[in-house]
C-alpha cells in the first residue's frame, strides 16, 4: 500500500468485524469465568480494539506479531480460530498450546504470532530479535509488537530502543496506553503505570527511533500511523514506535476483570440507553461504539447491517465457546512432552 | 581418517564455531566486543574477518535486551551463539534465559523451537574478585527445558560446541577460562560429541571421582598423587549436566563402591549434591561409604592471592579425600579450616 493510504468503507467494516470478535470473545471468556469454566486470573483487551484491529488491517499476513498478556484481541483480530483460543484459555488439548500456556501465551504460529509472554516488556526483546531475524534472513517480512504502556517500566525495553535504533530494524513498537482514566494507587485502586517520563513517546525518540501518537480509539488514525511504520520498516527505514492512547474500560479497574458494560450495539446510534455510572465511556470512549456510530453516520453501514454483522459474530463466539467447553483437557501422559525439541 | 591436531582449549572452540559458520549460514554470533576487537580473552579472534559484521555482531552493554533478541532470532530461523563475557553476568540474562529460552517450546506445544547456544567463561584463578570469577551452571541445570555443557578439554571443547549449535534447544555451554591456554588433541571438523555421554578420563578401581570442567584436570592429579598411596581412582566426567549420563556414573561407583563428586560451583544447593543424591539412589546398595562432596566454599569469591586459591579444592586435598574414603579414616576438613 502507497504511504498516505486511508481506510475506505470495505476496509473500515472490515477493521469493525475484527473489533467486534475481539469484543465479543472477551465477554464470552468473562462469561465463562463466571460460569466457573476458567482455572486462572485473565486479562482483557475490552477498550483497545480499535488499535488492534485497525493494526492488524495495516499489517501484511506475512508480516510477524508478538503480542502481551493481553492478547487475546491481537490473536483472534487477525483470523485465529477463537474456538481454540477459548479451548487455550480453559486449558483444552485443542487449545493453540494444546493447554501448555494458557491466557497469558496464546500463540497461533499459523497466522504469524511469535510466541507470547506474559512478562512485562519482554514482548519488545522477541520480536526485536525476530526482526533483526528476518532482516538477516533476507526476508521482506516486518515484525510489530503489542505492549501495554507499563513495558516502558521494563530495564529491556529501553534495551531494546537502543539496539532498535542502531540496527534500523524492521520494527513497528505499538504501545497500547490504557492508563487514560484509570484509578491507579493514588485513587485506591491497583498500580497502573509509574513513571517519571511525562510523554513516553520521547523516550525510543532519544534512540533515533521514529515516534506517533495516536489516538487509539480512531481506526483511521491508528492505521495511517501503521501504514506508514510498515512502510519504513520495510523499506529499511528502521523502527517506529506507535503510543495509541485509550481510556481504560471500567471493567479493567480492579484486578480482576468485572463485566461494567455490556456491548449493544443500540447504544451507538443511541446514547440514551446507555445511562448508569459509564454513560461517559461507553459514549466517548468505547471503540466498538464509536466506530459503529461513524460507519452509520458516513452511510457506509445501516444500523441493520451492523446488527446482523454483530449478530454473526455473536453466534461464531457462541459455537467457539461450545467447542471450547466440549474439547478434553490434556491426559496426564502427555504432560512431559516437549521439554526439549527433538 | 582425520588429521589429528594438538590445539589450545580456545582454539578448540573456535574451530567449531568456524566450522559450523561455514556450514550453516544461519548460524550467528552476538556478544560484547567479540567483532573486530575478537573477544576479550581472543574467544573470538578472526571471525569477525572471515564472516563479517553481518554475522559477528556486536552488541551493546546490554545483556538482557540482546538475548532476549537472540531468543526471538532462532525464532525465526537463526541459530545464534550468544556470548555472555563473564560467567557471572548470566544473572544479567537470566529472566530472558529461564522465562523465554527454556519454556518456548513447550509453552508453544512445539510451534517454535528456539536452536541457540549461550557460551560464557566462569572459574576462579585470575584475580578478578566476587563478581568476575564465579561458576554459576548450577543455576540454569535447575531449570527444565536448558541443556548445560561443561567442556574440561580441548576435544571435548570442540565436539560439544558442534553439538550445541546443531541442537534444536537453548544449550548452555560453560567454559572455564583457566582452561583456555590448556593443550590437547582435536580431530577434523565433523567430530561431534553427543549430550549425554559422560567420558572416564581414567579408568580406576577404588574410587570413582566425578569431576565437572576444570575439577576434571585437578582431579587427574590427585589420581597420580593417589598412585603412590596405592590407591586407583576412576574419573567419570559427566560434560553434559542436561542431559546427565546416570548410568555411567552408577556403573563407575557400583564398581569402586565409593565416590567423591567435584565440581567448581558452590557445595551449597549444587552440582554436587545433585549428583551425590542420584548415586546414593541409584548405588546405594554398592556404596562402603557416604558420597562426598567437593567443591567451591560458600562464599563471595575472595580477591586476595592469599584466600582465592583455596576456594576451589586441589589435588592434594582431593587425593586426602580419597585416601580417607578408601582407608577409612576421618574425613580431612575444608580449605579455610
Given amino acids: ?38 482455572p486462572s486470573h485473565y486479562h482483557v483487551y475490552i477498550g483497545q480494539e480499535a488499535t488492534g484491529a485497525a493494526a492488524l488491517e495495516a499489517i501484511d499476513k506475512e508480516d510477524l506479531i508478538c503480542t502481551t498478556h493481553r492478547g487475546h484481541g491481537h490473536v483472534v483480530g487477525r483470523g485465529a480460530d477463537p474456538g481454540r483460543g477459548l479451548a487455550e484459555i480453559l486449558g483444552r488439548s485443542t487449545g493453540f498450546n494444546g493447554g501448555r500456556g494458557g491466557t497469558l501465551h496464546l500463540c497461533d504460529r499459523s497466522h504469524n504470532f511469535l510466541s507470547t509472554s506474559g512478562l512485562v516488556g519482554s514482548c519488545a526483546g522477541l520480536a526485536a530479535g525476530a526482526a533483526y531475524g528476518v532482516k538477516t534472513l533476507g526476508q521482506s517480512k516486518v515484525v510489530a509488537a503489542f505492549f501495554g504502556d507499563g ?175 466440549a474439547s478434553p483437557p490434556p491426559t496426564a501422559d502427555t504432560a512431559a512432552d516437549g521439554v526439549f525439541a527433538s | ?36 576487537a575478537g573477544g576479550v580473552l581472543k574467544q573470538t579472534d578472526g571471525l569477525f574477518a572471515e564472516f563479517g559484521a553481518a554475522r559477528v555482531i556486536d552488541t551493546p552493554i546490554s545483556e538482557s535486551g540482546a538475548f532476549g533478541m537472540a531468543v526471538g532470532a532462532a525464532m525465526t530461523g537463526l541459530r545464534p551463539v550468544f556470548e555472555v563475557m563473564f560467567g557471572d553476568f548470566i544473572t544479567l540474562v537470566m529472566d530472558q534465559l529461564v522465562n523465554q529460552a527454556a519454556k518456548v ?36 541445570a535447575h531449570i527444565p527445558g ?46 561431534s560429541i553427543p549430550f549425554g555421554l559422560a567420558d572416564i578420563k581414567r579408568v580406576g578401581e577404588d574410587v570413582t571421582l566425578v569431576a565437572t570442567s576444570r575439577m576434571v584436570g585437578v582431579a587427574l592429579e590427585a589420581a597420580a598423587r593417589l598412585v603412590e598411596e596405592g590407591i586407583s581412582a576412576e574419573i567419570v566426567d559427566p560434560r553434559s549436566l542436561v542431559p546427565l549420563d546416570l548410568d555411567t556414573i552408577v556403573a563407575s561407583v557400583r564398581k569402586t563402591s565409593r565416590a567423591i563428586v567435584i565440581d567448581g560451583g558452590y557445595l551449597q544447593y549444587g552440582v ?66
Fill in chain 1, 1 to 38: 500500500m502507497a504511504s498516505g493510504a486511508t481506510l475506505d468503507w470495505r476496509a473500515q467494516l472490515a477493521v469493525f468485524e475484527r473489533m467486534l470478535l475481539m469484543r465479543h470473545f472477551e465477554e464470552a471468556v468473562m462469561r465463562l469465568f463466571k460460569e466457573g469454566h476458567l
Fill in chain 1, 151 to 325: 513495558s516502558l517500566e521494563e530495564g529491556l525495553v529501553l534495551e531494546v530502543f537502543n539496539i532498535a535504533g542502531l540496527w534500523k530494524l524492521p520494527l513497528i513498537m505499538v504501545c497500547e496506553n490504557n492508563s487514560g482514566g484509570a484509578i491507579g494507587i493514588q485513587g485506591g485502586g491497583y498500580p497502573t503505570s509509574v513513571t517519571s517520563a511525562q510523554h513516553l513517546s520521547r523516550i525510543p525518540e532519544c534512540y533515533g527511533i521514529t515516534t506517533a501518537v495516536v489516538d487509539g480509539t480512531d481506526v483511521v488514525e491508528v492505521y495511517e500511523a501503521l501504514i506508514a511504520a510498515v512502510e519504513r520498516a520495510r523499506s529499511g527505514g528502521g523502527t517506529t514506535f506507535i503510543e495509541a492512547m485509550t481510556e481504560r474500560w471500567p471493567g479493567n479497574q480492579g484486578l480482576w476483570p468485572e463485566l461494567a458494560t455490556a456491548t449493544d450495539l443500540r447504544d451507538a446510534w443511541d446514547p440514551s440507553r446507555s445511562a448508569g455510572p459509564h454513560a461517559k465511556w461507553l459514549q466517548q470512549y468505547d471503540p466498538v461504539l464509536r466506530l459503529a456510530r461513524e460507519l452509520v453516520a458516513g452511510t457506509m453501514a445501516s444500523q441493520e447491517d451492523l446488527l446482523a454483522l454483530d449478530k454473526k459474530v455473536r453466534d461464531r463466539i457462541d459455537a467457539a465457546a461450545e467447542f471450547a467447553i
Fill in chain 2, 1 to 36: 581418517m582425520h588429521e589429528v591436531r594438538t590445539v589450545t582449549y580456545r582454539a578448540a572452540v573456535l574451530e567449531a564455531l568456524s566450522a559450523e559458520m561455514r556450514r550453516d549460514p544461519n548460524v550467528v554470533l552476538l556478544g560484547e566486543d567479540i567483532g573486530a
Fill in chain 2, 105 to 140: 517450546h513447550y509453552m508453544s506445544a512445539g510451534q517454535f523451537r528456539v536452536p541457540l547456544v549461550l557460551r560464557t567463561a566462569g572459574g576462579i584463578g585470575a584475580n578478578l574478585g566476587a563478581q568476575h570469577s564465579q561458576s554459576l551452571h548450577a543455576w540454569v
Fill in chain 2, 146 to 191: 536448558l541443556k548445560v555443557v561443561m567442556p574440561s578439554t580441548p576435544a571435548d571443547a570442540k565436539g560439544l560446541m558442534i553439538t550445541a549449535i546443531r541442537d534444536d534447544n537453548p544449550v548452555i555451554y560453560f567454559e572455564d577460562r583457566m582452561l583456555y591456554t590448556q593443550r590437547g588433541a582435536v580431530q577434523g571438523d565433523d567430530q
Fill in chain 2, 272 to 337: 554436587t549434591g545433585e549428583i551425590a543424591a542420584a548415586i546414593a539412589e541409584h548405588a546405594f546398595d554398592w556404596l562402603d561409604c557416604p558420597v562426598l562432596r567437593l567443591g567451591a566454599e560458600n562464599l563471595p569469591v575472595p580477591f586476595s592471592k592469599t584466600l582465592e586459591p583455596l576456594f576451589l579444592p586441589d589435588s592434594a586435598r582431593i587425593a586426602a579425600a580419597a585416601k580417607a574414603l578408601v582407608r577409612g579414616d576421618a574425613i580431612p576438613g575444608g580449605n579455610y579450616g
